[in-house]
């Protein structure tokens, strides 16, 4: 823990007191969290906030967009040394503000706030089939963004709630 043994020790116990409560560690909820690190529900959401919106995760987030929307030179060029933070790929990003679909500050904002590259897509507008296109031709190749199961239990939901209506209707009954 960035050489501060204590915050390791305290992460351990953490991690001990969830577990005793039978808690799911890899994802548990912000009260677990709060309780077992002795914080407010508050401090545990503003440090995961921090923490998700620091400037590698933002990157990570921003950066099959930025390929998409500047192309892979311009993007490459955007982080590639890394900005020191958000503030720095700003203004970087302000430079290019009229290819982006909204201000430099509010894609950031937006990627910070994000909590995976298919939340991003839909706060930014941006069509799913050329995104995928791009996504498709990066390097490393990254997965075309897929609602296919979703819209597959939607069909099924939808036909096992209205099947005797959809019998009638196809047996010409009404």
Not at 11 to 21: E, G, N
Not at 60 to 74: D, I
Not at 165 to 172: I, K, Q, Y
């Amino acid at each position: 823990m960035l050489g501060r043994r204590e915050f390791g020790i305290r992460l351990r116990l953490a991690t001990h007191q969830l577990a005793s409560c039978h808690a799911d560690l890899r994802n548990p909820d912000q009260d677990e969290l709060a309780d077992a690190l002795e914080v407010t529900v508050h401090q545990a959401e503003e440090t995961s906030r921090r923490i998700d919106g620091a400037i590698g995760v933002v990157l990570e987030r921003c950066w099959p967009f930025l390929v998409h929307l500047l192309g892979a030179e311009t993007a490459n060029a955007l982080v590639l040394p890394p900005p020191g933070d958000t503030r720095e790929l700003q203004a970087h990003l302000e430079e290019y503000a009229a290819e982006l679909p909204l201000l430099a500050s509010e894609f950031i904002a937006r990627a910070r706030a994000a909590h995976s590259t298919d939340k991003l897509w839909r706060d930014l507008g941006i069509g799913s089939a050329e995104l995928n296109d791009t996504l498709r031709s990066m390097t490393p190749l990254l997965e075309p963004i897929s609602h296919a199961d979703e819209h597959e239990d939607a069909l099924h939901t939808h036909l096992d709630l209205h099947r005797k209506e959809l019998v009638n209707r196809c047996a010409g009954r009404r």
